[in-house]
């Protein structure tokens, strides 16, 4: 998940939980409900956005969290990289005119700057060498890299929150919580539905309908005096 979507969930868990402290707002709309169950109707929403715009926030939180502490897969050069640039790594197994080295774990982007300050190699004909891959742990499992990180465990932090919840862990905690975020919309449809004074909603959609679909009839009205001096 990006920045941008952390945003937007935060703003809107922000909103949300505005309205259900103050009980203001669009989401307090009463329209085309029944006048005798307004005040029970305004009574039932406010439990419902306050524990919907909890969920909201656990849901950006979490993915700050995965921002942060996850915010990239950790790389290794592979067997096809020291092969093909073998006569630029040295004994030490550092790769020359670079500060990297074959067996260190890096982002996406610092493993990008490394090969955009290389010469590359010819490749022969029908080869496809790879010469990044994912680094993985011993029981084969992605490792990650923190934001500004260049290898695991350079923040401290960063580890330890790692090892204290996994990815996989935040990523259920994500699924759960958008699981019921949607449950709570699909109850407040329900419960609108229940609500809604059918006759009155019938009514508006239809003048909606005739007031958008046609222009005044005045607009087509000609005087007839005028129409016969002409």
Not at 5 to 26: E, Q
Not at 91 to 117: E, P, Q, R, W
Request: aromatic share 12%; hydrophobic share 45%; proline share 3%.
């Amino acid at each position: 998940m990006n920045f941008l979507f952390t945003l937007i969930l935060f703003a809107i868990a922000a909103y949300v939980l505005y309205s259900a402290f103050t009980g203001k707002g669009k989401l307090f709309s009463v329209e085309n409900i029944l006048e005798e169950k307004i005040p029970q109707f305004l009574k039932l929403l406010r439990p419902l956005y306050l524990t919907l715009g909890i969920i909201m926030l656990i849901m950006a939180l979490t993915s700050a969290f995965q921002n942060v502490v996850y915010s990239d897969v950790a790389y290794r050069f592979g067997d096809d990289f020291s092969t093909y640039f073998a006569d630029r790594i040295d004994a030490k197994g550092n790769i020359k005119d670079t500060d990297a080295n074959i067996n260190g774990l890096y982002g996406y982007n610092a493993m990008s700057a490394v090969f955009s300050t290389l010469d590359q190699p010819e490749i022969p004909e029908g080869e496809t060498p790879t010469f990044a891959e994912a680094a993985t742990d011993s029981s084969g499992n992605p490792l990650y890299l923190g934001l500004g990180e260049t290898q695991p465990g350079q923040n401290e932090t960063y580890a330890k929150l790692r090892a204290a919840i996994s990815y996989r862990a935040s990523q259920i905690v994500t699924w759960v919580m958008m699981g019921l975020a949607i449950l709570l919309v699909v109850g407040l449809f329900i419960l609108m539905n229940q609500f809604t004074d059918k006759e009155k909603a019938a009514k508006a959609k239809q003048q909606a309908r005739t007031g958008n679909a046609s222009l005044p009839s005045s607009a087509f009205e000609f005087d007839d005096d005028d129409s016969k001096e002409a």
